[in-house]
């Protein structure tokens, strides 16, 4: 499909300047731009259809030539690149923020609320959950990781009840689940959604460690290249999930991976 310039937003707008020594997209040197002109604006374009497919959508952006040069250009989500013939819209000023009411009537003080409970993310599981969690790890120990994971999955939602889904006994639960399906490695398809919700929810619930938090996402990432090599369609289904969780947590070069397999993937099939 054509791209419209008019369906396009005007934000953001990245500058591409290419140099007789490498190429920068805003100031920050791409990877693979060398002193081949025609080289670096190729990893240049690499760089902003990664910025297209991140977005979901096509990205205005400005190509600054060695010469001085500059074309606006707007590139779409198959990496089709339209050189427009006028300059970028300029975007709109953000609307200035709106004064609150004064009021000639004191506010009465808001009540006390009770103070938000800061959690241990290393404190064990209440007694009344040890037994399951002793028979959970037994499982694991003997190599029944189905059981195991069965155990998991109950414990969760048991203590999802009582505490809540974001709450860390539950979490930490969910966790642990998600890891000891990676290690069973029955199904690619559904340990690749498990590991990135396992991700998401972490993140929303501030999870510690954070560490623990980027090894459920490069693991889905793992996972989901496993996945790669069983079922094209598959994978194709859930790039854009693990592409969008790696991006949240800065990992670059994993989501370039992503976006790149999805982008040979289509050019073979065409």
Do not use: C
Not at 78 to 93: F, I, K, R, W, Y
Request: glycine share 6%; no cysteine.
């Amino acid at each position: 499909m054509p791209i419209n310039p008019d369906q396009v937003p005007t934000e953001p707008i990245y500058t591409v300047t290419l140099t007789t020594t490498g190429a920068y997209i805003d100031g920050e040197p791409v990877t693979g731009a060398s002193a081949d002109t025609d080289q670096s604006r190729r990893a240049a374009l690499s760089e902003i259809y990664v910025k297209a497919a991140l977005h979901g959508r096509p990205v205005r952006f400005l190509g600054k030539e060695p010469d001085g040069t500059t074309w606006p250009m707007i590139m779409d989500t198959a990496g089709n690149v339209l050189t427009l013939h006028a300059s970028h819209p300029v975007p709109p000023a953000p609307a200035p923020p709106v004064p609150a009411p004064v009021s000639a009537v004191p506010l009465p003080a808001p009540a006390p609320t009770a103070p938000q409970s800061t959690h241990d993310w290393t404190s064990p599981l209440p007694a009344a959950y040890q037994a399951p969690y002793d028979d959970l790890r037994a499982a694991e120990s003997a190599g029944n990781l189905a059981d195991a994971i069965t155990a998991a999955a109950k414990l969760e939602e048991a203590l999802g009840v009582a505490y809540g889904p974001l709450h860390p006994h539950a979490v930490n639960m969910a966790t642990l689940k998600a890891s000891l399906t990676l290690r069973q490695g029955a199904d690619w398809y559904e340990t690749v959604e498990l590991l990135v919700q396992t991700a998401q929810r972490r993140r929303e619930a501030d999870a510690q460690p954070v560490q623990d938090t980027v090894s459920a996402v490069r693991n889905a990432h793992a996972a989901w290249r496993s996945l790669a090599q069983e079922d094209t369609e598959g994978a194709a289904e859930l790039a854009p999930l693990v592409a969008g969780m790696l991006e949240q947590l800065g990992e670059d070069r994993r989501t370039r991976d992503v976006l790149r397999w999805v982008e040979e993937t289509a050019m073979t099939k065409g």
